[in-house]
C-alpha cells in the first residue's frame, strides 16, 4: 500500500468503528476502501473481518452502561450469534462471492421496514399479550434465536448491514429500550468477528497492515460511536439506522446490478 492507501484504510476504519457502534453497516465503507487498494474479495473479506474485531469490543465497552442487568440475555444470545458466525466463516470460503449479494438487499430493506414499524408493532404485541395472559420472553423467544441465528450466518460471512437486522430483530420481540439493545447488539457483532476471525487466521489469506490500520481506526471509532449513539433519543436512533440502513441498501444493490 501507499501511504494515501493507508491514510484512506484507517481512516476507513474509524467510520466504520463510529457507524457499526451506533448501528452497523460500516463494512460498506472499509471493503470498497480495501477493494480499492487492490485487494481481492476475499482476501478484503477476511482482513476487514478481523480487523474490526478491535472495534467491536470497544463499542461493547463504550455501551457497558446499557449491559448492566442483561447477562443472561447476553449469555445466551452470544451462543446462538457463536453459531451463526462460525458456520457464516465457513461458507464464505465455499460459496462464491456472490452468493449472498442477491437476497441481502432485501433482507436489509425488510429489517428497515420493521425499525420504521416497530413502535407499532411492539405496541400491537403488547395488547395481545394483555389479551392472552401470556408474559414476554426475556430473551425474544424461540423465533428471535432463529431470526438471529439465520443473521449471525450472515454476519459471518460479510457483515453488512448485520447491526440493522439484529436490532429489528430485538427491537420487535424484546419489551426493552433501543439503548440497551443496541449495547447488545454490539455484543454480538462482536462476538461474530471475533468467532469468523479465530476461524480466519488458520484457514484464509489476510492482509496484515489492512487489519493493523482498521483495528486501530475501528477502536478509535468505537469510542466514539458510543459517546454519540448513547445521546441520541430514540426516534433519533431509530431515524439514524434507517438513513444508514438506506445508504446501505443502495450500495449493495449497486454491487450487485451496477
Known amino acids: 500500500m501507499t501511504i494515501w492507501e493507508m491514510l484512506a484504510v484507517f481512516a476507513a476504519g474509524i467510520s466504520a468503528g463510529t457507524i457499526n457502534t451506533i448501528v452497523g453497516s460500516g463494512t460498506l465503507i472499509t471493503f470498497p476502501v480495501l477493494l480499492a487498494t487492490g485487494l481481492p474479495p476475499v482476501t478484503a473479506t477476511v482482513s476487514n473481518g478481523l480487523g474490526l474485531v478491535p472495534g467491536a469490543i470497544s463499542g461493547a465497552i463504550g455501551y457497558r452502561a446499557e449491559l448492566k442487568g442483561q447477562r443472561r440475555r447476553v449469555l445466551r444470545l452470544s451462543v446462538v450469534a457463536a453459531v451463526g458466525g462460525i458456520t457464516g466463516a465457513v461458507l464464505l470460503l465455499q460459496l462464491p462471492s456472490t452468493a449472498f449479494e442477491t437476497i441481502v438487499p432485501v433482507l436489509v430493506t425488510l429489517a428497515l421496514v420493521l425499525v420504521v414499524l416497530q413502535p407499532r408493532i411492539a405496541k400491537a404485541v403488547q395488547r395481545r399479550r394483555e389479551r392472552t395472559g401470556t408474559p414476554a420472553h426475556p430473551d425474544g423467544g424461540p423465533l428471535l434465536t432463529t431470526g438471529l441465528l439465520l443473521s449471525s450466518v450472515y454476519g459471518g460471512y460479510f ?100
Not at 172 to 187: S, Y
Not at 199 to 223: E, H, K, N, R
Not at 239 to 253: D, E, P, R
Open 159 to 258: 457483515t453488512a448491514a448485520q447491526g440493522i437486522i439484529y436490532m429489528s430483530l430485538m427491537g420487535m420481540l424484546i419489551e426493552d429500550t433501543l439503548q440497551r439493545l443496541n449495547a447488545v447488539k454490539n455484543i454480538l457483532t462482536a462476538v461474530v468477528n471475533s468467532i469468523a476471525a479465530i476461524f480466519f487466521l488458520f484457514v484464509a489469506d489476510f492482509d496484515w497492515t489492512a487489519v493493523l490500520l482498521i483495528a486501530v481506526g475501528s477502536t478509535i471509532g468505537g469510542q466514539v460511536g458510543a459517546k454519540v449513539g448513547r445521546k441520541l433519543p430514540p426516534a433519533a436512533l431509530r431515524g439514524f439506522i434507517v438513513a444508514v440502513g438506506t445508504v446501505a441498501v443502495v450500495q449493495l444493490l449497486i454491487r450487485r446490478y451496477g
